[in-house]
């Protein structure tokens, strides 16, 4: 099993800043990817960023540009810094983490933080 731990979301005027981290620990050997997803009322969760472990990183469209996601493999940590944050950004954020097992991948989640944009 993979826990992960988020921190970081919380009430921005639109155009500020904030930074998300997950913290991953339990069986984390074998963690190929690592990434965040957001689910705002009403609508279908989405990719927002993803990074594997060799460092490749994959954003949504809607966040290119604005959005930087890093990972420090030392620490199981991945960090989201989001700039110039627009109120559709506003969304519960969730860390995932991907495990290989055999010939599959088993999905971790975090539980969710808070992303709130006032325009």
């Known amino acids: 099993q993979v826990q992960l731990v988020e921190s970081g979301g919380g009430l921005v005027q639109a155009g500020g800043s904030l930074r998300l981290s997950c913290v991953a620990s339990?069986?984390?050997?074998?963690?190929?990817?690592m990434g965040w997803y957001r689910q705002a009322p009403g609508k279908q969760r989405e990719l927002v960023a993803a990074i594997t472990s060799g460092g490749r990183t994959n954003y949504a469209d809607s966040v290119k540009g604005r959005f930087t996601l890093s990972r420090d493999n030392a620490k199981n940590t991945v960090h989201l810094q989001m700039n110039s944050l627009k109120p559709e950004d506003t969304a519960v954020y969730y860390c995932?983490?991907?495990?290989?097992?055999?010939?599959?991948?088993?999905?971790?989640w975090g539980q969710g933080t808070q992303v709130t944009v006032s325009s």
């Open positions: 995932n983490a991907g495990r290989l097992v055999g010939p599959s991948i088993d999905d971790y």
């Open positions: 339990g069986t984390i050997f074998a963690i190929t990817a």
